[in-house]
């Protein structure tokens, strides 16, 4: 059997985004959330495997740098079997209703009930699955604003989750952004898994590659930082009372993201709440 890393990162909840994004890009698939300070992935072992690891441990690290209180910033690694690797993921992923938002991992046949929409995406993408509260938080913040015919802006798309959703809901189009081009694909097939690659386009970049303006709603499911820098142009490119969505947000520090919020124009409305995680609901008031 081919044998697997599974990589287990311990650090303060605010990092835990950024973190697992770093997990990510250290080759993990996908990642999963064990509590508020834990998050787990798993990497092929092998050639390279230590060189990528111990580069993530630094990588960890320097999220001080970027802001972020990293906290312990602890990384350890355990060798697994490919077929143990295999059995976390289906043990970990079922299908899991959020409002009328029925997500499924592809193996399971799960049968939405009237009203409802049913998402399937690709196993092994913890996120942007409906394993974390923040997506989960999104999708029912969506849920609320999104309007029959709506255009929804989704930064930093990850799996493609909110924008696929958003277009199953009945979105007439949908643009999902991501600074990562190895996403894209992953987030295409995805969209095409679910019948709606026609309804959305897939590009890469921050929001200030978005030049197109008029979004009825806009969401960015990625971390307090980022969420804070993307208000203004978010503002510039909602439709008059458009609503902005911010997730990624560690509870302790809404009040810093609201008040960043309020500060780029825009009016906060309400935060969602899960556990130590928020999404805040804002928006772009009448010219």
Excluded at 96 to 123: F, H, K, N, Y
Excluded at 151 to 161: N, Y
Excluded at 258 to 264: D, I, M, Q, V, Y
């Amino acid at each position: 059997m081919a044998e697997w890393l599974q990589v287990i990162v311990r650090v303060t909840p605010e990092a835990v985004e950024a973190a697992g994004e770093l997990l990510r890009q250290a080759g993990a698939s996908g990642w999963e959330s064990r509590g508020a300070e834990t998050l787990v992935g798993y990497i092929p072992a092998g050639s390279g495997a230590d060189a990528r690891v111990a580069a993530l441990q630094a990588r960890v690290r320097a999220l001080k740098e970027a802001g972020l209180d990293p906290g312990p910033a602890e990384v350890r690694t355990v060798v697994v079997t490919e077929q143990p690797w295999a059995e976390v993921w289906k043990a970990y992923f079922r299908p899991t209703r959020v409002g009328r938002v029925l997500l499924s991992p592809t193996w399971e046949q799960a049968r939405p009930t009237p009203g409802e929409v049913l998402v399937r995406l690709d196993p092994g993408m913890a996120f942007g699955s409906g394993a974390h509260a923040t997506t989960r938080l999104c999708l029912l913040a969506l849920q609320e604003e999104l309007r029959p015919g709506g255009r929804v802006l989704d930064v930093g798309t990850g799996s493609g989750i909110l924008a696929i959703a958003a277009a199953c809901l009945g979105a007439s189009r949908a643009l999902a952004v991501d600074n990562d081009p190895e996403v894209l694909p992953i987030a295409r097939a995805n969209a095409a898994q679910n019948g709606v690659a026609d309804a959305i386009t897939f590009i890469e970049g921050e929001i200030a590659a978005v030049t197109e303006g008029g979004w009825d709603v806009i969401v960015a499911n990625i971390a307090p930082g980022p969420v804070m820098q993307a208000a203004a142009p978010a503002r510039r490119l909602l439709a008059s009372s458009g609503a902005f969505i911010g997730a990624g947000i560690p509870a302790a520090r809404a009040d810093e993201v609201r008040a960043s919020l309020t500060e780029s124009g825009l009016g906060v409305e309400r935060t969602l709440q899960e556990a130590e995680w928020v999404a805040i609901v804002a928006r772009k008031h009448r010219d």
